[in-house]
């Protein structure tokens, strides 16, 4: 009788107790210190940084649109395949948009040294494999850059740049052409977001339209290129938004997060040879012999 008991409890908490596991937050800020250390053997030693900013989205969108969507499609991505991911992070390359209200851009060495510090730190936690998942366009140079410097002196981690948000092709037709900024693809995953925030009545506010202000031949880069061209930091036009392809696009940016998750905790070879890169960087000369 008393085993038919016990087997019976076992029966019922077994469940309970491997629910109980499975239930490990992939908040970096919900977990406790002793959680901490399973969770980081579960990821093992991926962690995401999703990498919003704080500027003017469009009259329609709210001010923390990139770091809001970045964040949703990480912790949903996380679900999927576990990973840690860090709390808010907004410290990037936003310079383009200072003439617009809420923007905060941090000078360009403190973004690096902010970075760098906080990379340093999470490896310091045990997060070996860093995945910096862009939200922002903005920070298209800035993140290759920080990656590449990682070269500059040894680091016992990786990190990793995953720069994708929006499919090139499939899923719903889309009206947009230009749509670079709180246009159509951004609008509509906001509204797979945090809906709440979305004033689709106000998406036709402003223009979005490209100003063709300045006209240099290709090759040529100046950094007044997007205010010569977007003077309201708005791209398209938010008003063609859909949910239908919000939904379209928002899975496809957490699936393909989810790969990335997947192919770093395969990847094997990139600290070995980052390791192997910084021992002949030392006497570079010997290498040649
Ligand atoms: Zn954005």
């Known amino acids: 009788m008393l085993r038919r008991i016990l087997g019976l409890i076992l029966l019922v908490c077994l469940p309970l107790l491997l629910q109980a596991q499975e239930k490990l937050s992939v908040h970096w800020e919900e977990l406790t210190g002793p959680d901490f250390i399973t969770a980081i053997n579960r990821a093992q030693g991926t962690c995401l940084l999703p990498f919003g900013i704080l500027e003017k989205h469009g009259p329609h969108l709210p001010i923390g649109t990139d770091l809001l ?170 008003a063609l938004a859909t949910r239908e392809l919000g939904n379209f696009q928002m899975n496809w940016w957490i699936e393909a997060i989810a790969k990335t998750i997947r192919a770093v905790k395969a990847d094997q070879e990139s600290l070995r040879l980052q390791n192997e890169f910084y021992e002949q960087a030392k006497h570079p000369l010997d290498t040649k012999q």
């Open 69 to 238: 969507d970045v964040r949703y499609a990480a912790l949903h991505a996380a679900e999927q395949e576990y990973a840690v991911v860090f709390p808010e992070y907004y410290f990037g390359q936003i310079f383009e948009a200072r003439h617009q209200p809420g923007t905060i851009a941090y000078s360009a060495d403190l973004q690096l040294k902010l970075l760098q510090e906080t990379t340093d730190e999470m490896a310091r936690n045990g997060c070996k494999k860093i995945i910096i998942v862009n939200g922002h366009g903005g920070n298209e140079h800035l993140l290759p850059f920080f990656a590449q410097s990682q070269l500059a002196q040894p680091h016992d981690y990786v990190v990793y740049v995953f720069d994708e948000r929006t499919p090139q092709t499939g899923g719903p037709v889309k009206t947009d052409n230009l749509d670079m900024h709180a246009g159509e693809s951004e609008t509509s995953k906001m509204l797979i977001a945090r809906p709440d925030l979305v004033h689709m009545d106000r998406a036709g506010e402003e223009s979005g339209a490209d100003q063709h202000r300045v006209n240099l031949p290709d090759g040529v880069y100046t950094g007044i290129w997007w205010y010569a061209r977007f003077p309201n930091h708005y791209s398209g036009n938010g």
